[in-house]
């Protein structure tokens, strides 16, 4: 069973400019949420995708969105980079969105906006 | 809103001590309750949660913690702590009721360090 892969491992983009980060997620699982984790600080929760649609969202702008796929894997997309967008950023996928539901989560994406 | 209080950003403890690492929860409800692991330049790893089951929950590692109502408490805890334990831990929450039933509330975390 392979678990869930992010792509790419690590990523240094200038202000101002855009990104895509992307996530496959497990096997059987239609549920994908994605994470910003600030050095020093827990993961903050950007939003959650299920069945291709926005499942919820977290205190971030706009200028964060995301996709989901017919098999279930995701995109991140940031607009107008900014300094303090730079963080690892999570992906994790699970069964099924609710709270009761285990989230499977890959290594990261570790952006740095210079 | 939901939120987590993970006590001490740092806890060192020698090899074969107890490992106690310490979270509060703030929310009207009950919520679902977890614990994950985070070794370096990794994602995180389940070790253990707590969906209204039983109140002392068994993770992985030999690690476990207790859902304590009236202290609104969820302290992760291992007998024997292990070199290979050193890592960062983070406390979340998730709520068991509502639309909002989707997102993980993660604290600040605490480094466990393992002196030999």
């Known amino acids: 069973e392979t678990g869930v892969t992010q792509s790419p491992t690590h990523l240094i983009k200038t202000r101002g400019q855009q990104v895509t980060l992307r996530c496959s997620s497990q096997?059987?699982?239609?549920?994908v949420s994605w994470y910003q984790q600030a050095l020093g600080q827990g993961p903050q929760f950007i939003f959650q995708y299920y069945r291709e649609e926005e499942n919820g969202r977290g205190n971030f702008p706009p200028r964060f969105s995301g996709l989901q796929f017919p098999n279930y894997s995701s995109e991140l997309n940031v607009n107008a980079l900014e300094l303090d967008d730079s963080a690892l950023y999570l992906c994790?996928?699970?069964?099924?969105?609710?709270?009761?539901?285990?989230?499977?989560f890959g290594p990261g994406t570790r952006l740095t906006v210079t | 809103a939901q939120s987590v209080t993970q006590l001490g950003s740092h806890v060192s403890v020698s090899e074969g001590a107890l490992v106690l690492l310490r979270c509060n929860y703030s929310?009207?409800?009950?919520?679902?309750l977890f614990w994950y692991v985070q070794y370096p330049n990794q994602g995180l790893q389940l070790l253990l949660k707590y969906t209204s089951a039983a109140t002392l929950v068994k993770g992985i590692n030999g690690f476990e913690a207790e859902f304590k109502k009236s202290e609104t408490s969820f302290h992760l805890t291992k007998p024997s702590a292990h070199m290979s334990d050193a890592a960062e831990y983070f406390c979340?929450?998730?709520?068991?009721?509502?639309?909002?039933?989707?997102?993980?509330?993660f604290g600040k975390g605490t480094l466990l360090t393992v002196n030999p």
């Open positions: 979340a929450v998730s709520p068991n009721s509502g639309g909002s039933n989707y997102k993980l509330t």
């Open positions: 994790a996928s699970s069964p099924k969105p609710g709270g009761n539901y285990e989230q499977y």
């Open positions: 096997s059987g699982h239609n549920t």
């Open positions: 929310s009207s409800v009950p919520p679902y």
